[in-house]
């Protein structure tokens, strides 16, 4: 639009609003007029035309102010009630609305805002209020809009009263709605669950929400005006960065939380430095620490905080991928571990692990220290380490792992069996890497444990021969491929009390394999139950034997704690004395201290039902655990069988010889019978005998043998008792 400089209003012919396109179309059919008239005019008439012509010049000056600022004009006339708009944007096609009465204009109000509108022109009216302003939603075309009215009294009559009241109206819904919408950022801005920072181009905060005051620990309007970078512990500017994303541990304001930072650039005009940024920080400390948990719990182990095996396997998978530098990587296995957890409680077995991963801890530097489960420890020494390094380690770990623990004030003493492989020499990649140190340990422990021993070669042979026997074992439980011999036992004046039924098996392949080795292997696999089940009627048969040729003695067999626990061993013996026509009372049971900690309770109840059958009780390898006697207190027990390496010890550590003199007056007091176990000298034996045990076990009277001529050695009942020769 351009107004022209002979003063008429005019407009560029490319318009597209179609209030303008209006005027201009009243203003070409004055102009057309204008020109028709100008031919007809007199000197006289010209001059009042030219005044009329300048009221309608002014008229359309008006109209196109109108138009510019988005405005009609309406006029009331109080009196007689005629309510009038003369409008182009409002009303949009009509130029004039007919003049109405004020109900007319009402009735164009939504119905909502009916009451606000009365009210403003009320007010007015009586002179409450200085002019009437007030906005209402009206239904134009089928749309809802908000206009606002604003006005005041052209002329008043004589009691002062407005007469005429004219002023403007304007649709302000576009208005309206940045309003509504800018309401509603703010209130966004201010109710979200992030902390919201408005920072210039400068990086100074402009503006804060709640959240950032909290998170920031300053009210928010104390924030605005500083820089925000340093309050986040950052050196470099938020702002001028373009957006980014990013995480952060604060370490000025809020220190210690994590929080997820994203920072968003708002530019608002053309020049580089005039934007502002949004920064939001989300609090994600929460998550953070759900999140550690949960990495702790894939990758940390719950009892001692060493990685878990899951950690160990990846960090081993991480390493062998990598070519170049090898590393070393020890195994250790605490020898004796399981006599803790079965006689002093998985409680002291726990304490025992929590206590053994400390010391790893302290005396592997700057190496990984894992626990594969149960007291099975490893650790990957550093890249570049290579066998002398670890045996280096493995020594260091020997002296101190092997120091005594105090636990529930009772001194433990657990011995490390340790085998070392080395990357890539003894496996390229984590199972065979772990495999040889696991063979390599497995040496160690066959050697004599509390050593350790460097994989190689040869030791491969020990683990294929164990997976062999494993296997062998198997199809020999199925067949019950063994058979037995007795260990004779005697009593202070070496006559034959009984024997101990001992299991051999026998393999083309391997030859004879000891109970020591086919015993802990059955159990691994599974199949001791079926074995035990065997041994129990072979004792049967054998004290119905012994019962059937009038012999003196019982038999003794062993249980494996497995057998008391998962095993129905009650009906089983029961059965198997039924079978064989046997009396329990000719039978002894040995079972070892670990099968009593599992559960006492239970096993208690359970060895009291089977002494009420008439089965005598035998405590096997005593002193190999950590058991106090105090368990016999409790449990139904006849005997006590001292192991082997107190026996062994007595001649030259005078110690074994204090405490078995306490354990037999124990016993003693108990009423519990003494054996001894191992006896392999004259002296020995009569060092025993001085003690006051009762009977005796050992090659030095009998080596296991075949069952007929264990019970040819026996006395018949009713004929003077024999006795037994030593030093067989
Ligand atoms: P154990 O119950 O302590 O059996 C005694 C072991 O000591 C036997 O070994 C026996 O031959 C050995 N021995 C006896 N006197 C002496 C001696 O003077 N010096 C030495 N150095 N050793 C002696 P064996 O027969 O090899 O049995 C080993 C272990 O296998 C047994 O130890 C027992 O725990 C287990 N075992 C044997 N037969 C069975 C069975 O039928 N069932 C179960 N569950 N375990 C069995
Ligand atoms: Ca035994
Ligand atoms: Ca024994």
Redesign the pocket.
Known sequence: MNLSAGGTARLSPDVQDPALALLQRRFDRERASRKAAEALLTDKSRELYDVAEAAREAERRLQLALWASGEGIWTWDVAADRFTINDLQVLDTVHHSPPQPMAGLLAMVQAEDQQAVKLAFSLYLRQASDDIDTAFRARLQDCERWLRIRGRALTHDAQGRPQTVTGTIKDVTAQRDAEQSLHLMAQAFASTHDALVVVDARGFIVQANERAGSLLEQPCEALEGSLLAPLLGLDRPLSGRGAWHGELLLKGAGKGRHVELSVTPVQQSAAADSGCSIVALRDISERRRAEDALHRQAFVDGLTGLANRARVMQLLQERTARPGRGFTMLFIDLDGFKAVNDTLGHGAGDTLLLQTALRLRAIVGNGVVGRLGGDEFVVLQAEGSAIAQALALADALITHVGRPYTIDGQSVQVTPSIGIAACPEHGQNPADLLRSADVAMYAAKEQGRNRAVAYHGDLDHGRQRRLQLQQLLRADAEREAFS??V?LQVDMRRRPVGG?????WQTPAFGVV???EF?PLAEQIGV?DR??R??LRTAARVAHELAAARLLGSVS????PR?LLHDDVERALLDACMAAGAEPARIEL?L?ESALVTDVAQVGALLTRLAGHGFRLAL??FGTGYSSLSHLRQLPFHKV?I??SF??DLNIESRSLVMLEGVVRLCDSLGLATVA????TREQFEMLRRLGIACF????FA??QPLAEWMAGLSVQGQAPRVVAGGC
Do not use: C, H
């Open positions: 037995f011999v260990q101990e039924l001992l299991m051999r000891s109970p020591a015993i001791i074995m035990g065997l041994a067999v062993n249980l494996s057998q040995e070892t096997d390898d069988k192991d082997r026996v062994q176990e191992g006896v392999e076990q050992g090659y030095w080596r296991p």
